[in-house]
């Protein structure tokens, strides 16, 4: 089985970060820790914002949650009543729909184009907004198309955005991995906009943390003590241990996040290559995170139904792969660069050797 669907960096866990979980276990660092986390690793995580994207947060303007997903999920029950409208851009990550429909909230779909970088339009925001619109989830480093908005781009959607007085949700969990040398700008960079955005981190990704279940929301204080206030009835809060092992990722960050682009970058490379040499049609290669999106016509197939498409070629090549149904867009696939090389190399010469033997059908 090749596993090409997979959403994280296939990576060890930096040894630092395993010695301090291993230290405050040691230490009897193990129980109920403050309900928005342990004030060490908001001051870390603010911290690094600030040194990293030029914000001005404070620890007070930081939650720690279990994983950045937990930070989306409590925000939507938060903010978003029932009826009201949640603006999601397509490809969307696949939970983002399903977690505005769990509240009652009515997710509204804007759809992009792969001509225009699947990059949404100012315009397009204005247009989708009524009297029940009341957020927009923006995903810069975007899973799955990686996509990535520049500073320019990204001030004229806050703009639309304070206009028509949406909360803006910015998922930012895979800017840690962004390659070729692109720089990545966070929402928060832009303080006119502050009283309305909300960034979502994570450990997950930059620092190949994923199982340890850590992630951020960065915000206005008031937004910052109802995310905890929920979070009390919830989840108590996050592992005190992992927290821990969080401090010490955060405080060897200018090592642990370079690595790990590094080495993303190097697999990405590795799979676009090889998708290149194998089939008919060339992709580029993302800009940011762990996944190509990549149309089904490119593996010189004339499917259309992803679901069948990534079924079969599950079934009977044993590759996994995830159907872009999933995220809004029909007709393609997404395929994960996270493995190590010898993996994706293999799984997609796989494919193709298959689809030869098939026809493409």
């Given at each position: 089985?090749?596993?090409?669907?997979?959403?994280?960096?296939?990576?060890?866990?930096?040894?630092?970060?395993?010695?301090?979980?291993?230290?405050?276990?040691?230490?009897?660092?193990?129980?109920?820790?403050?309900?928005?986390?342990?004030?060490?690793?908001?001051?870390?995580?603010?911290?690094?914002?600030?040194?990293?994207?030029?914000?001005?947060?404070?620890?007070?303007?930081?939650?720690?949650?279990?994983?950045?997903?937990?930070?989306?999920n409590v925000l939507i029950?938060?903010?978003?009543?029932?009826?009201?409208?949640?603006?999601?851009?397509?490809?969307?990550?696949?939970?983002?729909?399903?977690?505005?429909?769990?509240?009652?909230?009515?997710?509204?779909?804007?759809?992009?184009?792969?001509?225009?970088?699947?990059?949404?339009?100012?315009?397009?925001?204005?247009?989708?907004?009524?009297?029940?619109?009341?957020?927009?989830?923006?995903?810069?480093?975007?899973?799955?198309?990686?996509?990535?908005?520049?500073?320019?781009?990204?001030?004229?959607?806050?703009?639309?955005?304070?206009?028509?007085?949406?909360?803006?949700?910015?998922?930012?969990?895979?800017?840690?991995?962004?390659?070729?040398?692109?720089?990545?700008?966070?929402?928060?960079?832009?303080?006119?906009?502050?009283?309305?955005?909300?960034?979502?981190?994570?450990?997950?990704?930059?620092?190949?943390?994923?199982?340890?279940?850590?992630?951020?929301?960065?915000?206005?204080?008031?937004?910052?003590?109802?995310?905890?206030?929920?979070?009390?009835?919830?989840?108590?809060?996050?592992?005190?241990?992992?927290?821990?092992?969080?401090?010490?990722?955060?405080?060897?960050?200018?090592?642990?996040?370079?690595?790990?682009?590094?080495?993303?970058?190097?697999?990405?490379?590795?799979?676009?290559?090889?998708?290149?040499?194998?089939?008919?049609?060339?992709?580029?290669?993302?800009?940011?995170?762990?996944y190509a999106f990549i149309?089904?016509?490119?593996?010189?197939?004339?499917?259309?139904?992803?679901?069948?498409?990534?079924?079969?070629?599950?079934?009977?090549?044993?590759?996994?792969?995830?159907?872009?149904?999933?995220?809004?867009?029909?007709?393609?696939?997404?395929?994960?660069?996270?493995?190590?090389?010898?993996?994706?190399?293999?799984?997609?010469?796989?494919?193709?050797?298959?689809?030869?033997?098939?026809?493409?059908?």
């Open positions: 089985m090749y596993n090409l669907s997979a959403g994280e960096p296939m990576i060890d866990t930096d040894s630092v970060v395993i010695d301090a979980c291993l230290r405050a276990m040691k230490e009897g660092k193990t129980h109920y820790a403050p309900v928005a986390g342990i004030p060490e690793l908001r001051a870390a995580a603010a911290e690094w914002m600030n040194r990293t994207y030029g914000t001005d947060y404070r620890a007070d303007n930081c939650v720690v949650t279990c994983g950045g997903k937990y930070g989306i029950q938060a903010f978003v009543a029932p009826g009201e409208e949640v603006l999601i851009i397509a490809p969307y990550w696949v939970s983002y729909t399903g977690m505005v429909k769990i509240y009652n909230g009515v997710p509204v779909v804007l759809p992009t184009k792969a001509e225009e970088d699947w990059k949404i339009k100012p315009e397009q925001i204005a247009e989708a907004c009524n009297e029940k619109t009341k957020m927009l989830i923006l995903n810069n480093a975007a899973n799955p198309t990686g996509v990535l908005y520049g500073k320019e781009e990204l001030e004229a959607i806050l703009k639309i955005a304070s206009e028509k007085n949406l909360i803006v949700l910015s998922d930012e969990v895979y800017g840690g991995l962004v390659f070729d040398g692109r720089e990545f700008v966070s929402a928060a960079f832009f303080p006119k906009y502050q009283d309305k955005v909300i960034v979502i981190q994570s450990c997950s990704k930059m620092f190949a943390m994923t199982g340890f279940r850590v992630g951020f929301v960065f915000g206005p204080p008031e937004i910052i003590n109802a995310v905890a206030a929920l979070q009390s009835q919830s989840t108590t809060g996050t592992s005190t241990i992992s927290q821990w092992a969080a401090v010490a990722g955060f405080k060897e960050a200018n090592r642990i996040v370079p690595k790990i682009r590094e080495e993303m970058q190097k697999r990405r490379d590795a799979f676009v290559n090889t998708f290149n040499n194998l089939f008919p049609k060339k992709i580029i290669a993302p800009a940011s995170g762990l149309p089904i016509a490119a593996f010189g197939s004339d499917e259309t139904d992803s679901v069948a498409f990534c079924a079969r070629i599950l079934d009977e090549a044993n590759v996994a792969m995830v159907p872009g149904a999933a995220f809004g867009k029909e007709g393609y696939v997404r395929c994960s660069f996270g493995e190590r090389v010898e993996e994706l190399k293999e799984g997609l010469e796989v494919v193709a050797e298959y689809l030869k033997r098939d026809g493409g059908h």
